[in-house]
């Protein structure tokens, strides 16, 4: 079990901030997964609508929406001659009509080489996204719920208002989506509101014992006040009864304020991923 240290000074939207020291004896402890394996989980929770294994790459197309359902996810070697990898990613994109875009997690066997590989063929890479890690305990004692903050409707489709509130890159989200969103069995649609105000929105899903976190987003003249830590706590209290024992997202690493909200609430960076196109 994981040790939850409170630390002591001011706290955001009366959520505790925590300090985790992971114990690296616990095999359920999220840091000890392999890089690999919870790049597998993370793919399951959020997939494209159009998917093939190539080798150990993912090739991944959901109409343009998001890189992580609109590029090959590199897990291992593809299985085949580096040449004929790349032609046959070119040919599934342009099936698609979609860029050639590569995920290139840090920490998977052979990926310095297929980076070097790409660069010598035009691909540059974009900056570092963050996979941060905790377990569902340092999370539930994280974030219980707060006071004056309702709790959070959750439905199993996102309702107009949710895909309203969802702000994908800072504006609407484009009509494909949804079909990206919907495209899982174990996926949660969290929405906080009171009195016809929509206060903010998250996703949540449950894929081999861990709970993926995507599309918070808070209502502008909400944030700062412990709404966000708010929607990941009900999310995490809807994952508990299901065997859930750790939690994983996302985030730009350039994204200094998201990065901090989470390390506040006992979030640790697992590893880092970044795109090549």
């Known amino acids: 079990m994981p040790v939850i240290l409170p630390v002591p000074g001011p706290t ?29 989980i993370a793919a399951l929770g959020w997939r494209g609508t159009s998917e093939r294994w190539l080798g150990d790459w993912l090739l991944r197309a959901g109409g343009g929406f998001t890189g992580r359902a609109n590029s090959a996810l590199v897990l291992g070697p593809p299985g085949r001659a580096t040449d004929d990898a790349l032609a046959e990613v070119s040919d599934f994109y342009a099936g698609h009509r979609l860029p050639v875009r590569f995920s290139v997690p840090q920490g998977v066997p052979g990926v310095d080489r297929l980076a070097g590989a790409l660069h010598d063929r035009g691909f540059r890479e974009g ?22 903050v309702p709790a959070a409707t959750l439905s199993d489709t996102p309702s107009a208002a949710w895909l309203v509130g969802y702000r994908y ?21 969290a929405e906080i509101a009171a009195d016809g105000e929509q206060w903010a929105v998250g996703r949540g899903v449950v894929e081999r014992g861990w709970l993926g976190v995507a599309a918070v987003t808070v209502a502008e003249h909400r944030r700062r006040s ?3 830590s708010a929607v990941l706590g009900d999310l995490a209290r809807w994952a508990a009864p299901q065997g859930v024992h750790a939690v994983y997202l996302q985030v ?20 880092r991923y970044a795109y090549w196109a």
């Open 12 to 40: 955001l939207g009366r959520c505790p901030t925590i300090r985790r020291v992971p114990d690296p004896r616990n095999p359920d402890e999220p840091t000890q997964i392999s890089v690999a394996e919870l790049e597998r």
């Open 127 to 148: 900056g570092p996204v963050l996979v941060m890690v905790a377990s569902l305990a340092t999370v539930l004692a994280a974030c219980p719920p707060p006071p004056g």
């Open 226 to 228: 412990g709404v966000g």
């Open 169 to 189: 890159r800072g504006g609407a989200m484009p009509a494909s989506g949804v079909a990206v969103l919907t495209n899982s069995d174990h996926a949660v649609f």
């Open 252 to 271: 730009d690493a350039a994204n200094e304020p998201a990065v901090a909200l989470y390390q506040r609430r006992g979030f640790v960076t697992h590893h």
